[in-house]
């Protein structure tokens, strides 16, 4: 059965740290990865990596993806408290892009 | 450009009762999904459409009904609620070309009593 598990489930740091967030994933027929953002409301696009871009980088975010590992991590430095919001990591398979989600980290940064 | 818009935002039923909620795009994507997010479980696919009048199951399908009459509207039905579908129902649309990603409406929150 295909699954992404995310880890931590969630995460509590100060103002000005660096975080990582991490991503697995068992998927047949794997195509990209993708991670989201959210806030109060609907998930915001963040990252895609594929195969031909394991890694991206935006600003004080980036991202690695390591297919050997199955995996991917997210990295946020000099957090700020509009970083507190839930990350979600999913992968897409087979080529009728459906997404396969984690259940999300919550990340909460304290000023 | 108002991007993926679902209506209503809140809604409350009684057990039995039916509803649809309604999603439109204005940015001529192919595909669109309904997906449901309870707390702990992250997002979890009910159906989903490739393109105008077609529809497929997603991974949670059971007491639901979808259609795509148009391109740019997706309706999600529940025709008898019930208590376990009490959730936060979003609306995503792709363009079904690179870049793959998809856009979210701003979600329904419905509660079954």
């Known amino acids: 059965e295909d699954k992404v598990v995310q880890s931590p489930l969630s995460l509590v740091v100060h103002e000005g740290d660096t975080v990582t967030l991490n991503c697995s994933y068992e998927v047949t027929n794997f195509r990209s990865l993708l991670w989201y953002k959210q806030e109060k409301k609907a998930p915001t696009f963040l990252f895609m990596l594929?195969?031909s871009g394991i890694e991206k980088k935006s600003g004080r975010l980036s991202s690695i993806l390591d297919k050997k590992e199955l995996s991917s991590i997210l990295n946020i430095t000099a957090t700020q408290t509009g970083d507190s919001a839930i990350y979600l990591c999913a992968v897409e398979k087979d080529s009728n892009y459906q997404l396969i989600w984690g259940a999300g980290t919550k990340l909460i940064i304290k000023p | 450009n108002a991007g993926v818009t679902q209506t209503p935002k809140f809604r409350v039923l009684k057990t039995g009762q039916s509803m649809t909620l309604l999603c439109a795009q204005d940015m001529n994507h192919e595909y669109m999904y309904w997906y449901r997010q309870d707390p702990g479980m992250g997002l979890r696919l009910i159906h989903y459409?490739?393109?105008?009048?077609?529809?497929a199951k997603g991974e949670v399908p059971d007491g639901y009904n979808v259609s795509r009459l148009k391109k740019q509207n997706f309706l999600l039905g529940l025709e008898s609620a019930a208590p376990s579908q009490t959730s936060v129902y979003f609306c995503a649309s792709s363009q079904g070309t690179e870049p793959y990603e998809q856009y979210f409406g701003p979600g329904t929150r419905l509660t079954v009593t």
């Open positions: 594929t195969s």
């Open positions: 459409s490739v393109g105008e009048g077609t529809t």
